[in-house]
């Protein structure tokens, strides 16, 4: 029986309220041998009450060894196995930013990027032109048409932008027209089998018209697309868990995959953590489930700027409060992989997580939240997959399991 | 998708350095009561130095409570799942000793044993003659001819050889002739399928020449055939993890198993983990990987020896720095399973497990390489064949799953 099957049999109605709060990339390491993590250089009383009264632990967001990206490790965190359950890149951007993507229909992420007068990429991003530059881009792109299947183009953020095509025939398995480096030409799409083909085509006359709308542009002259994907088809996170979910997040991707999933897309302005935690309080009764998501942990990772992660962390902790007398049942922190400021990216080392349950949570001897202590913690070393069952199970929805 | 699979995805190219240093039956067990296991009762300064540094665990070889064999534990090791990819004990012993067991073949190992007048095994392992008066028996054996098959067989160690047949439809379902016991004959080869009826004929045909070859012997005046098995097929190392695999060890089982999975053997004269080490240092540009077995961790636990067992772990820890001399990326210290000589027997402990990065490996609260101290380390309890996938990521050889 697969895990869902048994979620599925063994899930019941209650009236308590879960949160799983995800700092995004939150995991880290000691800039210094023998130093402290971000996590663990951050002042954070809030969150040590809770690691005090609740269980930590590790998480391992895909398979040991395996650095996950964000869709993949969000789908973890979600209980789905993301190497059962792949989804496309493209699926992934173009459902963020609001882009239906339905069976058939073939999504892809695109960039735009500069080439020289040989047509050779110079910069892959162009310029990193900021989202005001990018959509009248964008919107030319939308006056393309190609007979036969119609092409909507939306604006991501800077540089990247989203396509969907929609026709009949459409299949999704082509390459990426992104070489991945400069002084060579952006590829053509081609496609990896022979259904694939006619896709393939009808992208490789987009691309040629829009190269002609982009050439005047002092920046964005070219584009590459990548992730060619289609809707995956998950089982649905409501209907699997019984739980009416919410989604508070401010990035596209993270929307994206939170909507897959079938969780409800909260509108809301702001992106602080207090502008999310009061967004949580003013929807508090319509849902059963919270995932709000923390992003700036992650880029401030990316950037390697150790201290500007430990802020941002403190922040998390400083707002805390505020989330925390709504009186939830069960509040998970953890993060969805680690970015350690130290690597500048994403990594496979195992993510600090925190359970916290006033009922129900088996206190360990931990009493702070950071990566040390959650290696000796009491929920041990664990799938980031096996969270959504514990949180279930802390909020008393779920039956017992055979007589 | 199949953990080889994601592998052989995510791997890329780089000129880093991994070893993987396996004491064979490490883990142990206290003597007394709330006393030092052996590796905690070693000194072993530099490996206490790498604990400090890296991130310690617990190994389980292939199942909780299952106790592994030498070559299923070290196909776990190298990252197969040892429930998944069996081989027979008859093709890592032939293999071991350069003999080659190809698609078709089938290899048994065998034991001389002593027989009383009528028949029945008085000694199961012919008074452990030595391998200098083993050889010449051996040779014996050569001689033997059977229509239809060709029967090679080659001298191990002691009263221990191993045979491989080939011929036209030979399949390897065949029951051990060893009784396991003295004061009963040995069995005669019973095929276990219809397949494997002609090929357990030709064993028996052979079996009966073998005896008259052998009546005039003081000692090994009978032989039991056991592990009748034929080329697993193993998905290969190299292939999977993308790295130039090179195995360090003296004995024929271990290299046999590393030989299966598509490593090359390194010949060398010597067997002290210093000479095996230097093996390291005047092929270190030749290899990604290098797996380094020390056997007599082992030996010293199955003998009861706990201080003989303590001393050999200590001339590894002595030898040591001319290993880490060499800058290895990443190193991983564990055992293939537990020995501990308060048993004298391998057992289905965890198996304590260092892994040192000096660039990535996240530090734990552990100071000492030792079974409380990886208990309570940062990696947690892990499969066995998880190491692998981990050495990968710290070495820095694999590209993000998903975006």
Partial sequence: MHDFELMRSLHKKNDTKIVLLVMDGLGGLPIEPGGPTELEAANTPNLDRMAAAGTLGQTIPVRRGITPGSGPAHLGLFGYDPVEFEVGRGVLEATGIGMTVSKGHVAVRGNFCTVDAEGKIIDRRAGRIPSDEAIPIVNKLQEIEIEGV??????????????????????????????????????????????????????????????????????????TLRGFSTDPGLPQFPEIFGLRA????????????????????????????????????????????????????????????????????????????????????????????????????????????????????????????????????????????????LMMAHANRLDKFGA
Same sequence: chains 1, 2.
Wanted: charged share 25%; with cysteine; glycine share 8%.
């Fill in 150 to 223: 119609d092409v909507d183009v939306r604006p991501v953020r800077e540089y990247r932008f989203a396509a969907v095509m929609s026709g009949k025939g459409l299949s999704a398995n082509i390459e990426d027209t992104d070489p991945q480096q400069t002084g060579v030409a952006p590829l053509p799409a081609r496609a990896l089998d022979s259904e694939s083909e006619a896709c393939a085509g009808y992208f490789n006359q987009w691309i040629t018209a829009a190269r002609e709308k982009l050439q005047s542009q002092p920046k964005a002259n070219a584009l």
């Fill in 246 to 389: 919410g989604c508070i997040a401010v990035y596209p991707m993270y929307r994206g995959v939170s909507k897959l999933v079938g969780m409800e897309l909260i509108e809301f302005e702001g992106e602080t953590p207090e502008q999310e935690f009061r967004v949580a309080s003013q929807r508090w009764n319509d849902y059963d489930f919270f995932f709000i998501h923390i992003k700036k942990t992650d880029s401030k990772g990316e950037d390697g700027n150790f201290e500007g992660k430990v802020k941002i962390i403190e922040s998390v902790d400083a707002a805390l409060p505020q989330l925390m007398d709504l009186n939830p049942d069960v509040v998970v922190v953890t993060g969805d992989h680690s970015t350690p400021a130290r690597l500048r990216s994403h990594s496979w080392h195992p993510v600090p997580a925190l359970l916290w349950a006033p009922e129900t949570a088996r206190a360990d001897a931990e009493k702070t939240f950071g990566e040390r202590a959650c290696g000796r913690g009491g929920l041990g070393t664990i799938p980031a997959t096996t969270l959504m069952p």
